[in-house]
């Protein structure tokens, strides 16, 4: 049973254009939620995290969004740039030092 | 400020042979996870350790798998007996046990069974 869901595989966008990547959870007791960023060959490297009591947070061209009611959330990275290509996991940790379920990952190709 | 480090980055095993994957968390860290991907799926949770205790081993197969942490050196997870589907990346985590909720991740070691 999957409790965090990333439904699109890959994803295509222009350079400079907005990238939005979904994710939904099912579980209700999750009240924080990571993104993270892989390259191939390389570790997970974290990359912005929204706490449930927020609906919005932003870290330069990366912002997270909560909606807490559709059990959703979503990544938007703008303007995207060819570094920004790379496999990105929604992730909800159990707790503060509990393990972290992930979701399958999107990969996210920018295209010159 | 030397990250998570894991070694060796990539191992060949054959069959019924042992394989013994290390991690160092990053200075300061106490609380150590141990992930698997498989191919096109997203990390798995396996186990979590502190010092010399395992704290959660939830996601850990019953059978030849066992991980420790302990007082002295790095983690390590260890897979008896391997098979093919044992052939995977094994990612580990650290995390200081207080402060923010994310997990620094080392870069993986990949298992090939043949």
């Known amino acids: 049973d999957q409790q965090v869901k990333q439904n699109s595989p890959s994803l295509s966008v222009q350079e400079g254009r907005i990238s939005i990547l979904n994710c939904d959870y099912t579980?209700?007791?999750?009240?924080?939620f990571l993104w993270y960023k892989k390259y191939p060959a390389e570790g997970p490297t974290f990359l912005i995290s929204?706490?449930?009591?927020?609906d919005k947070n932003e870290d330069g061209r990366f912002t997270v969004f909560l909606n807490k009611s559709a059990k959703h959330l979503s990544l938007h990275i703008v303007p995207s740039q060819p570094g920004d290509s790379a496999v990105y996991f929604c992730?909800?940790?159990?707790?503060?030092?509990?393990?972290?379920?992930f979701g399958k990952g999107t990969r996210l190709h920018i295209l010159p | 400020n030397a990250g998570v480090m894991q070694n060796p980055r990539h191992l060949v095993r054959r069959r019924g042979q042992e394989a013994r994957l290390r991690c160092s968390p990053m200075k300061g860290h106490s609380h150590v996870y141990w992930y698997r991907q498989l191919p096109e799926e997203g990390l798995k949770f396996m186990v979590y350790l502190q010092k010399e205790n395992i704290i959660d081993e939830s996601g850990m197969p019953k059978e030849r798998f066992s991980a420790e942490f302990p007082k002295e050196g790095p983690s390590i997870l260890r897979i008896q007996q391997v098979v093919r589907g044992d052939s995977a990346a094994y990612f580990c985590?650290?995390?200081?046990?207080?402060?923010?909720?994310?997990?620094?991740f080392g870069p993986g070691t990949r298992l090939t069974v043949t």
């Open positions: 579980n209700s007791m999750f009240d924080y």
């Open positions: 929204i706490s449930s009591i927020k």
């Open positions: 985590a650290s995390h200081e046990g207080t402060g923010p909720y994310e997990q620094y």
């Open positions: 992730a909800a940790p159990m707790n503060r030092d509990d393990k972290i379920i």
